[in-house]
Nanobody
Framework: QVQLVESGGGLVQAGGSLRLSCAAS????????IGWFRQAPGKERGFVGY????????YYADSVKGRFTISRDNAKNTAYLQMNSLKPEDTAVYYC????????????????WGRGTQVTVSS
């Protein structure tokens, strides 16, 4: 298990950008793939994307492909979600999660979760 804390959420206008951070508590952070999920009011939590252990492979949901970028700095035990060209439909609580699975995409692939950070995009 690894403890994760998200930060960087806030209110932004449509078309703007935000960068979320996911800080991990353990030096074994580099042993885990990191995923990002989001949950809008009244909707189920959905997959946004993930980055593998070494940071050389990423995968994104179609809804964010080309706008969002996931990166990581294993020396800082931190992963990032850069969000550009934000839309009102991106409004949600964003969660990061850690997985020991090689190519995780499902909620069940992730064993550790942060508490989330709110992102609100105004039109």
């Amino acid at each position: 298990q690894v403890q994760l804390v998200e930060s960087g959420g806030g209110l932004v206008q449509a078309g703007g950008s935000l960068r979320l951070s996911c800080a991990a508590s353990r030096r074994t952070f580099s042993n885990y793939a990191i995923g990002w999920f989001r949950q809008a009011p009244g909707k189920e939590r959905g997959f946004v994307g993930y980055i593998n252990w070494t940071g050389d492979r990423t995968y994104y949901a179609d809804s964010v492909k080309g706008r969002f970028t996931i990166s990581r700095d294993n020396a800082k035990n931190t992963a990032y979600l850069q969000m550009n060209s934000l839309k009102p439909e991106d409004t949600a609580v964003y969660y990061c999660a850690a997985s020991a699975v090689l190519a995780p995409r499902l909620n069940g692939d992730f064993g550790s979760w942060g508490r989330g950070t709110q992102v609100t995009v105004s039109s």
